[in-house]
């Protein structure tokens, strides 16, 4: 069944890098479709509206350090809200606040005087903190690399320090406790916290995605539409149809790229549970910092309350507390509600039994493992045959800013073929 006219571009995907690609190539004026399988654009970016409450699918932050992010969102109109600069880390019963001096000169005393690690290493990590706030992105991802366990032994943070801080501060953001992920990730990462700051979009991480399809025309995305196989020149449609294309941007996750392109092979990947609850409750300290979990037992690796930093998470009256569970040997258990429900009353006592259950996310597949060696997201090859493009993670980093780079990258190969393609 082919299809009688064929397509300029078709881009496989409505993922924030298949729409980056549809943005850059409808800026220049050339004709693409968009082939989503699901029932709506965004990919791994959804944010669900239940009583109120905004629940992204699983936790997630805008960060505005990433240095481009403002040459593919318009950040003013997702009227963002900032998470405080700095952790608050749960050691031995009690929770200890590190936080940015410059920011929360009120914490700084306790920040020296802090349990968690030595004062070397509180050293330690505001000279990396200025070291690499002071280098480029693209520095970081030219410099060589280790496994972040390595490099933080070799910078001579105390076992202590890193297993207290870094082991669940790094998770969070790559959802891996083993710290076998790259040192420039980790660099890259510590940056995107001194540069900028994690932030919440007014109405959840959606907005994103509400934005980059609102600069499209209209009708030019088709939804359940799955591709089964890339060819020069045609994609196959789940059912058999075949349309022709000039040029294919395949912005499928790296581990659904197999399914249509055989040469790929995808990196082992990372996953999280997010288990959502709303309380009349309130944290007993003021600043929302994001919490650690300092004594690594238990299936908790970091908490939120989103509603704390943007009201708008939650019905007025209520808190929305986000908990980050990681690790296969918890992620699927049946009784993982019960589970955090004791972690969470060690840690705020009895309230926690008034909590209500709002909503469990599983996600097996979240990210690859970011383990070396790395690419530089900015030199990453786009690999593909004639005529056909992958973007997104493959060869690059998971990340959104990442993401909307490849994608303006392989559109920029079609645009202007000489650019790389
Ligand atoms: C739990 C979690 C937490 C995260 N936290 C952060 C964070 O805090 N900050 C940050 O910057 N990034 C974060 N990320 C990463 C970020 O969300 C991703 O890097 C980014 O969304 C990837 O976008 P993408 O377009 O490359 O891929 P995807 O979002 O995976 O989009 C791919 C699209 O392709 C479609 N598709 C797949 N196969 C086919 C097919 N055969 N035919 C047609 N369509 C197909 C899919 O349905 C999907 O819509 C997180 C991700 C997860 C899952």
Request: glycine share 8%.
């Amino acid at each position: 069944m082919q299809n009688k006219t064929p397509c300029e571009v078709v881009i496989i995907g409505a993922g924030v890098s298949g729409l980056s690609c549809a943005r850059a190539l409808h800026r220049n004026d050339i004709s693409f479709t968009i082939l989503e399988r699901s029932a709506r654009p965004g990919g791994r970016i959804k944010t669900d509206q239940i009583d109120g409450f905004q629940l992204d699918h699983g936790f997630q932050v805008l960060q505005t350090g990433y240095p481009g992010i403002g040459d593919y969102l318009r950040l003013d109109d997702l009227r963002l809200s900032p998470f405080p600069a700095g952790v608050r880390i749960r050691h031995a019963g009690r929770f200890h606040v590190l936080a940015d001096p410059r920011c929360h000169f009120k914490h700084a005393a306790s920040t020296i005087v802090s349990p968690i690690g030595t004062c070397r290493d509180r050293i330690r990590v505001l000279t990396l903190a200025r070291e690499v706030s002071a280098r480029s992105m693209q520095e970081i991802f030219a410099e060589p690399e280790e496994t972040a366990s390595e490099f933080l032994r070799s910078r001579g943070f105390s076992a202590d320090f890193i297993s207290r801080f870094f082991t669940p501060f790094l998770a969070g953001a790559c959802l891996d406790q083993s710290l076998q992920v790259s040192s420039r990730v980790l660099k890259y990462v510590m940056r995107l916290f001194t540069t900028g700051a994690a932030t919440l979009p007014a109405e959840g991480m959606a907005a994103i995605v509400s934005q980059l399809v609102s600069g499209l025309p209209e009708g030019s995305i088709q939804y359940q539409r799955e591709v089964t196989r890339v060819e020069p020149g045609s994609v196959t449609l789940a059912g058999g149809e075949i349309i022709g294309a000039d040029k294919i941007v395949l912005a499928v996750a790296e581990r659904e790229l197999g399914a249509v392109l055989t040469a790929a092979s995808p990196r082992p990947s990372v996953g999280e549970a997010c288990l959502y609850f709303s309380a009349d409750w309130r944290p007993p300290f003021q600043e929302p910092f994001l919490i650690l979990n300092g004594d690594n037992r238990g299936p908790i690796n970091n908490i939120a309350f989103p509603s704390l930093v943007s009201r708008t998470y939650a019905p007025p009256g209520k808190t929305l507390i986000a908990i980050v569970v990681l690790g296969q040997q918890f992620i699927g258990r049946d009784d993982l509600e019960d589970l955090v429900r004791l972690q969470c009353t060690e840690w705020f006592g009895s309230a926690v039994s008034q909590w209500q259950h709002l909503k469990t996310y599983r996600i097996h597949h979240a990210l690859p493992l970011q383990t070396p060696p790395t690419a530089s997201p900015y030199q990453a090859v786009l690999p593909g045959q004639a005529g056909i493009v992958v973007c997104g993670e493959h060869h690059s980093l998971p990340g959104l800013q990442w993401a909307m780079m490849s994608g303006a990258r392989a559109a920029e190969t079609i645009i202007r073929p000489s650019s790389g393609d």
